[in-house]
């Protein structure tokens, strides 16, 4: 009997971190540092998926900040827009290969073209290290 294939939307979270893109960089600072994530979706006001915001793209707030001796700028003005996503149905494998071919950690998860979730690179290293355990 074969055994199902494990999917994106078997791993993925779905309990996200949001931000918006009208948010004040520091504001969305605090709120990575607060909830210990790397990265976070940004949704416009219906929902959207919008962009993605990383410590990466913070750090450079924060350099200019340190130059500059205050912290300026949105969200809207760091994030990466029209992020790369995976779909909710894609197998592991074929998400792990997305991964070894992207300098992204994280990527956002997507269904019919709706957030539904994020995925980690640990969250497929664990997933596809269980099944050789």
Same mark, same amino acid.
């Given at each position: ?6 999917? =994106? ?14 948010? &004040? ?5 605090? =709120?990575?540092?607060?909830?210990? =994530? ?31 001796? &205050? ?5 809207? &003005? ?33 269904? &019919?073209?709706?957030? =539904? ?17």
């Amino acid at each position: 009997m074969t055994q199902p294939i494990a999917t =994106v939307a078997d791993h993925m979270r779905t309990e996200l971190i949001t931000l918006t893109a009208g948010m &004040e960089i520091i504001r969305a600072v605090t =709120v990575l540092l607060d909830s210990g =994530v790397s990265g976070a979706c940004v949704l416009d006001a219906e929902g959207n998926l919008a962009g993605v915001l990383s410590k990466r793209d913070c750090l450079k707030a924060a350099l200019n900040a340190a130059y500059y001796k &205050e912290w300026g700028g949105t969200v809207a &003005e760091l994030m990466t827009v029209d992020p790369e996503t995976l779909d909710a149905g894609l197998d592991l494998v074929s998400a792990a290969g997305h991964f070894v071919n992207s300098p992204y950690r994280r990527f956002p998860v997507t269904h &019919e073209g709706r957030l =539904v979730g994020q995925i980690s690179r640990t969250d497929v290293l664990r997933a596809l290290s269980k099944q050789w355990r």
